[in-house]
T-cell receptor
Framework: GEDVEQSLFLSVREGDSSVINCTYTDSSSTYLYWYKQEPGAGLQLLTYIFSNMDMKQDQRLTVLLNKKDKHLSLRIADTQTGDSAIYFC?????????????FGTGTQLKVEL | DTAVSQTPKYLVTQMGNDKSIKCEQNLGHDTMYWYKQDSKKFLKIMFSYNNKELIINETVPNRFSPKSPDKAHLNLHINSLELGDSAVYFCASSQGAGATYEQYFGPGTRLTVT
């Protein structure tokens, strides 16, 4: 958490787009991830982006990476009530350093009707 | 057909006790992990094993001792439990230890120390 910061809460209306932001300080890793945690459950990998990419789109999900500003974002299009969860960004490992992930502080997304 | 399972789901115990949390994965993965999530949802890795060998050992009190009897199991034993150990502990596994392997998480064990 001390290396990766996220805003705590985000509330959107169903059908709107959600944008969850993440700011990191350690720029030496290779992969960045977005995980979703539903109430009472473990984390589920949503998507990831390699550090030499600027954008990745996967159905309703768009990941943007701004390496200059050390900023990662996740956009969810047409947000649904089932998207309500906590979203964690995570900063991937060094090459050869094992799969050691550093997680952000998490953003609670609430989708209202 | 649960992929990563943990037992127990809830654990309430008193300070000073010793307890264990068990984790099993049926995915055939080589690498397993323990994470701790505190009350503020901050998630931090504790340990990782690859083919039963310890590869990640973060700054964790030595009261915590992981044990991997085989590739499918990674248990966490905690001695002399303290109030600050109260958290949700997640087990995870991945096919390998490299960066591109997705980690699959268990449902978590909520430990409450009173």
């Amino acid at each position: 958490g001390e290396d990766v910061e996220q805003s705590l809460f985000l509330s959107v209306r169903e059908g709107d787009s959600s944008v969850i932001n993440c700011t990191y300080t350690d720029s030496s890793s290779t992969y960045l991830y977005w995980y979703k945690q539903e109430p009472g459950a473990g984390l589920q990998l949503l998507t990831y982006i390699f550090s030499n990419m600027d954008m990745k789109q996967d159905q309703r999900l768009t990941v943007l990476l701004n390496k200059k500003d050390k900023h990662l974002s996740l956009r969810i299009a047409d947000t649904q009530t089932g998207d309500s969860a906590i979203y964690f960004c995570a900063w991937g490992p060094f090459i050869g350093g094992g799969n050691k992930l550093t997680f952000g502080t998490g953003t609670q997304l609430k989708v209202e009707l | 057909d649960t992929a990563v399972s943990q037992t127990p789901k809830y654990l309430v115990t008193q300070m000073g006790n010793d307890k264990s949390i068990k984790c099993e994965q049926n995915l055939g993965h080589d690498t397993m992990y323990w994470y701790k999530q505190d009350s503020k949802k901050f998630l931090k890795i504790m340990f990782s094993y690859n083919n039963k060998e310890l590869i990640i050992n973060e700054t964790v009190p030595n009261r915590f001792s992981p044990k991997s009897p085989d590739k499918a199991h990674l248990n966490l034993h905690i001695n002399s439990l303290e109030l600050g150990d109260s958290a949700v502990y997640f087990c995870a596994s991945s096919q390998g230890a490299g960066a591109t392997y997705e980690q699959y998480f268990g449902p978590g064990t909520r430990l409450t120390v009173t």
